[in-house]
């Protein structure tokens, strides 16, 4: 046994010595974009918020907004979404698989033990030393087999099972992001809608006042038929918008609920609105240079291209010659007392290589494929590049455009409002009927209306531009 380990440590030494470079391409980490800006047509920062180039994005960047139901729907979420748990669980096996497959730089060593018991035919010669014709036979040994990854196939088949896991961290890093910033949003429309909802009962309210004023006037003969129906319209039109954005609603807060991790039927935490949402006024900008390191979606990108250079590798690791050693040791003997004395032993030493030699052309073809493999990939990584730069200029043009659109609805409702107030006054002097006064209420409503869906934007495109760089994964 002592000769036996010395042997097959000499030899494993032997083939480690004899191991050189992995066969196919090394990785090399993609080119970072080279533009400077992510688009030359967007707009400028909004007024109302600082865009700081260079400042990375903070881990916990949904705190910005200041809110801390908002908070706890995050926190939520991240402890019970469903979608984020199977993320959790492909890491976690892909990690399990990667420490598998460095199992593979090892020897395999297995135990076995066989009783057999056993009668020679009269007409063969006894197989015992003592010549019985009926023993029983003990047999225990150990086999180490060992493959030295010469040509680096091991090392490549390691090498793209640890992209891979680099793969599922990403994808877990993506699906985290997105939830939060889905979350936010969520909240943010559910919110908005609300509020949408109470100005178009008002609107709907009002609307009705002033039909029951028109028909009123038709009657006395002020108005016509004419105006009767023109009223009656307008109304229709108001009173529609009650129960599409009511339908809008219960699908929000259903969406917002699974997010969660939550049955639609268990209900929502207080979801707060807007006003009591603050819009984060100092923004962070990574560099496009700086963008494809911040992505998560990038990076797994990345790491799928690494997987598919290294399973070319692999591929061309499968055509050269393999190198196996394995060693056997052991005792038999017809007595479990007698095992392991001398005499009784056995051991084998065996060193083998195979070169694949005709496989109908299945190797080099399968390598093939590993080479298209690795151009999709590649393809893909610039794809998915260039897709975060894009979904960064769209973010950042977006704040610029929903910011002027803010600033016209807040124009728009601040005229309704002051023409309701002067509506109001004139009727409680006598200056004007109660139509006027309607019609300034439903003006105002439908103002009010536009104003909500305008900040709600706001707030959803700083969320989206936090998204788009990156989520502070990194941090």
């Known amino acids: 046994m002592i000769r036996y380990r010395r042997a097959s440590v000499a030899l494993g030494l032997t083939a480690m010595g004899l191991a050189g470079c992995a066969v196919g391409p090394n990785f090399k980490t993609p080119a970072a974009p080279v533009a400077k800006v992510y688009a030359p047509s967007a707009g400028p920062a909004p007024a109302d918020q600082a865009l700081h180039a260079g400042r990375p994005v903070a881990a916990d960047w949904w705190r910005a907004f200041g809110s801390s139901a908002l908070d706890a729907m995050v926190d939520e979420a991240l402890r019970a979404n469903p979608d984020l748990k199977s993320a959790d669980a492909a890491l976690r096996q892909a990690r399990e698989l990667l420490a598998a497959q460095r199992g593979a730089f090892w020897p395999s060593a297995d135990l076995s033990y066989q009783a057999q018991r056993a009668k020679t035919s009269d007409a063969l010669q006894p197989v015992t030393a003592n010549n019985a014709a009926l023993y029983s036979l003990h047999t225990a040994q150990v086999e180490i087999d060992y493959s030295p990854d010469v040509f680096g196939g091991v090392r490549r088949a390691t090498e793209a099972a640890k992209a891979q896991a680099e793969n599922q961290r990403f994808q877990y890093e993506a699906a985290r992001t997105s939830l939060i910033a889905n979350v936010l949003s969520g909240a943010i429309q559910a919110a908005a809608l609300q509020a949408q909802l109470d100005a178009a009962l008002k609107a709907a309210a009002a609307g009705r006042d002033i039909l029951a004023f028109t028909r009123r006037q038709v009657e006395l003969g002020a108005l016509g038929q004419a105006d009767l129906a023109a009223q009656e319209t307008t109304l229709a039109q108001a009173e529609q918008a009650v129960p599409t ?81 394995s060693a056997l040791a052991g005792g038999a003997s017809l007595g479990l007392q007698d095992l392991l004395t001398r005499g009784n032993d056995f051991w084998t030493l065996t060193a083998g290589v195979t070169q694949p030699v005709f496989a109908g052309g299945a190797l080099l073809h399968r390598q093939k494929a590993a080479e298209d493999t690795l ?69 105002y409503a439908q103002a009010q209306g536009a104003l909500v869906v305008a900040q709600a934007a706001r707030y959803s495109d700083t969320a989206a531009l936090y998204q788009a760089l990156g989520g502070g994964w990194r941090n």
């Open 245 to 325: 954005l009511q339908k809008a609603l219960g699908q929000q807060q259903t969406a917002l609920a699974i997010l969660l991790g939550r049955e639609p039927g268990q209900g929502l935490p207080t979801i707060p609105s807007l006003d009591q949402v603050t819009l984060p006024a100092d923004l962070p900008l990574v560099l496009p240079a700086e963008l494809v390191r911040q992505r998560p979606d990038v990076r797994a990108a990345e790491a799928n291209l690494h997987v598919a250079s290294a399973q070319v590798g692999v591929a061309i690791a499968a055509r050269i010659p393999d190198i196996s050693l």
């Open 375 to 443: 151009d999709q990939a590649k393809a893909q990584y610039r794809s998915a590049a260039l897709s975060a730069l894009k979904n960064v200029a769209d973010c950042l043009d977006a704040l610029s455009r929903d910011a002027d659109a803010l600033k016209s609805a807040q124009v728009a409702a601040s005229g309704a409002q002051r023409g309701l107030a002067f509506a109001e006054r004139q009727t409680a002097l006598g200056e004007s009927g109660a139509l006027q006064a309607r019609l300034a209420v439903q003006t």
